[in-house]
């Protein structure tokens, strides 16, 4: 479907999944650690994995992506905590960030994510 006043599309999709460990289940790299943004003493461990759309978004545009944790390998005698979300989002792609922090002590992960951009005159 076009768009009458621009003849663009009116929503573009993008979409994908991936697990992040190694064949026999291992985490790829290690985590990076930075303080956490609530609560400075306690510190975080982060992991950014790099997206890349199968079609670029227009030129100057940031799509909307959502992200959704679909697999977790965890410590089961660790707290349990976790969150991913899309961080440095651009036209071409965008990375996906996994966060704990504390003691929770993590294998590898999964994630769903989708991305979205419809023209501001729609």
Known sequence: MTCTCCNRSVTMIDHGSFNYVDDVGHVVTPPQSAPNEKHPDVKEKFYL?????????????????????????????????????AVNITNTGFNVKYVTWADSDSYGYGALWIATFTPSCC
């Open 49 to 85: 994995l790099p997206v890349k759309f199968a079609t670029p978004f227009p030129c100057g545009t940031t799509p909307k992506v959502s992200v959704a944790i679909a697999c977790a390998d965890q410590n089961q005698s660790k707290n349990f905590r976790v969150y991913a979300k």
